[in-house]
């Protein structure tokens, strides 16, 4: 039996079976559909992208994985150099790893690590925000607030370590003057935060959150899993705002295998170095630096610098904007657009019960949840295909 995710298998429906994709098309057996979620937000290249493949072939010829563990490779090394060149300021220390919730996992363990290795123990408390997710792993659970994973909460109660605020900056500054000393960092997605609801906010208050952590020594984190490589219009928000600690994945690899990467800046990375053993990262997932990923990753950023993808994404979020400028309904209660996201959102979840299979019937794939109706496209889409994902979105509320 295939355990299948986020699902009561006791009702859930029979899942769509795919026997082909290429480009934004996903097949099944009669139908060919447009993935307006490009895959949980990765595959922002399309699939079957012939460089990426390609890259992951040529690969898969020499070898397609050896540890990390006392040994290197190319594809490791050449990825590792990439990131340093395309990421901004000093973010230039990579630990790979097999997931986005991994990736994140690191990140906490860094940052508490980078403390206590700095003999400071008093810093025990991770901050995040409210509507927060950063992965499905036990910390990450924590470190998030999603209305669908509370039962962390009842399994074996609330961290008192983990706090979690809002958006606006009073509540930001109120924060950091009542904890600032048990502080030791502050995690978040920036400007849009994904699972929790397709929520965006001002750039205002990340500017002020870099501000407060560098008065008071705090590590900012910033979760780009899902927000890294264009999706909120900027490469990175990082771009705008430098954070000590940035986790990418969904993206990284162009959709094609799944890996992610954790990159401390120097300051976080020195602290680390030492001729004490115990200071050490104690940290190695099995796969991580897989080097079929670091191909399919290596050609996807490639791909990135070389395809105008910003471009892109300015060309979607414009045609979005105009799609949806004189539409409302009454169960609406609000409409989101950032970059390469469009978010409805609806007052009544069953609103959207049903809406799947009617963008089946007219040739595209979409999975609301909760009640979030929303597209994360892959960047290549056409005008035409963009169009017809959002007229089937507003074809649901007119039926
Ligand atoms: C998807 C996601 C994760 C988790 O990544 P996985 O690869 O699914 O473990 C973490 N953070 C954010 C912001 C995400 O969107």
Same mark, same amino acid.
């Given at each position: 039996?295939?355990?299948?995710? /986020?699902?009561?298998? *006791?009702?859930?429906?029979?899942?769509?079976?795919?026997?082909?994709?290429?480009?934004?098309?996903?097949?099944?057996?009669?139908?060919?559909?447009?993935?307006?979620?490009?895959?949980?937000?990765?595959?922002?290249?399309?699939?079957?992208?012939?460089?990426?493949?390609?890259?992951?072939?040529?690969?898969?010829?020499?070898?397609?994985?050896?540890?990390?563990?006392?040994?290197?490779?190319?594809?490791?090394?050449?990825?590792?150099?990439?990131?340093?060149?395309?990421?901004?300021?000093?973010?230039?220390?990579?630990?790979?790893?097999?997931?986005?919730?991994?990736?994140?996992?690191?990140?906490?363990?860094?940052?508490?690590?980078?403390?206590?290795?700095?003999?400071?123990?008093?810093?025990?408390k991770i901050m995040g925000?409210?509507? %927060?997710?950063?992965?499905?792993?036990?910390?990450?659970?924590?470190?998030?607030?999603?209305?669908? /994973?509370?039962?962390?909460?009842?399994?074996?109660?609330?961290?008192v370590n983990a706090i979690h605020i809002?958006?606006?900056?009073?509540?930001?500054?109120?924060a950091?003057?009542?904890y600032?000393?048990?502080l030791?960092?502050?995690?978040?997605?920036?400007?849009?935060?994904? %699972?929790?609801?397709?929520?965006?906010?001002?750039?205002?208050?990340?500017?002020?959150?870099?501000?407060?952590?560098?008065?008071?020594?705090?590590?900012?984190?910033?979760?780009?899993?899902?927000?890294?490589?264009?999706?909120?219009?900027?490469?990175?928000?990082?771009?705008?705002?430098?954070?000590?600690?940035?986790?990418?994945?969904?993206?990284?690899?162009?959709?094609?295998?799944?890996? %992610?990467?954790?990159?401390?800046?120097?300051?976080?990375?020195?602290?680390?170095?030492?001729?004490?053993?115990?200071? %050490?990262?104690?940290?190695?997932?099995?796969?991580?630096?897989?080097?079929?990923?670091?191909?399919?990753?290596?050609?996807?950023?490639?791909?990135?610098?070389?395809?105008?993808?910003?471009? *892109?994404?300015?060309?979607?979020?414009?045609?979005?904007?105009?799609?949806?400028?004189?539409?409302?309904?009454?169960?609406?209660?609000?409409?989101?657009?950032?970059?390469?996201?469009?978010?409805?959102?609806? /007052?009544?979840?069953?609103?959207?019960?049903?809406?799947?299979?009617?963008?089946?019937?007219?040739?595209?794939?979409?999975?609301?949840?909760?009640?979030?109706?929303?597209?994360?496209?892959? /960047?290549?889409?056409?005008?035409?295909?963009?169009?017809?994902?959002?007229?089937?979105?507003?074809?649901?509320?007119?039926?």
């Amino acid at each position: 039996m295939i355990w299948y995710p /986020y699902e009561q298998m *006791k009702t859930m429906k029979e899942p769509y079976k795919i026997i082909d994709a290429e480009g934004v098309y996903i097949y099944t057996e009669n139908q060919k559909l447009i993935d307006s979620v490009s895959s949980w937000w990765s595959v922002i290249h399309g699939y079957k992208n012939p460089k990426i493949t390609n890259a992951i072939k040529n690969q898969a010829d020499k070898f397609s994985h050896v540890m990390l563990g006392g040994l290197t490779h190319e594809p490791v090394q050449k990825l590792e150099q990439k990131l340093r060149e395309f990421l901004p300021g000093d973010l230039d220390y990579c630990f790979f790893s097999d997931s986005g919730s991994v990736a994140v996992e690191v990140a906490l363990k860094m940052a508490l690590q980078y403390y206590v290795n700095k003999g400071e123990k008093k810093r025990i408390k991770i901050m995040g925000l409210t509507h %927060a997710y950063h992965g499905d792993t036990f910390k990450t659970m924590e470190a998030g607030d999603d209305e669908d /994973y509370h039962f962390i909460l009842e399994a074996y109660g609330e961290n008192v370590n983990a706090i979690h605020i809002p958006t606006n900056i009073e509540a930001l500054e109120n924060a950091f003057s009542m904890y600032h000393e048990e502080l030791n960092c502050f995690i978040v997605e920036p400007l849009l935060q994904g %699972a929790g609801g397709m929520r965006m906010y001002d750039i205002a208050f990340l500017k002020r959150a870099r501000e407060l952590c560098d008065k008071y020594g705090v590590l900012l984190i910033f979760d780009e899993v899902a927000t890294g490589f264009g999706r909120t219009g900027y490469r990175f928000v990082s771009d705008l705002v430098l954070p000590d600690i940035i986790v990418l994945g969904k993206a990284l690899t162009g959709g094609h295998i799944g890996h %992610a990467v954790t990159v401390a800046n120097k300051k976080v990375y020195d602290g680390f170095l030492s001729d004490s053993s115990e200071k %050490a990262l104690m940290h190695g997932p099995t796969f991580m630096g897989n080097a079929l990923a670091c191909s399919a990753a290596l050609a996807s950023i490639e791909l990135f610098e070389e395809g105008n993808y910003l471009e *892109k994404i300015k060309k979607i979020e414009a045609i979005t904007r105009r799609e949806f400028e004189n539409f409302s309904d009454e169960r609406i209660k609000e409409i989101r657009i950032m970059g390469g996201c469009a978010c409805l959102e609806v /007052y009544d979840s069953s609103t959207l019960k049903g809406f799947q299979e009617f963008a089946y019937e007219k040739g595209v794939f979409s999975r609301p949840f909760l009640k979030y109706l929303y597209s994360m496209v892959p /960047y290549i889409i056409s005008e035409e295909e963009l169009v017809k994902v959002f007229t089937t979105m507003k074809e649901w509320f007119r039926r």
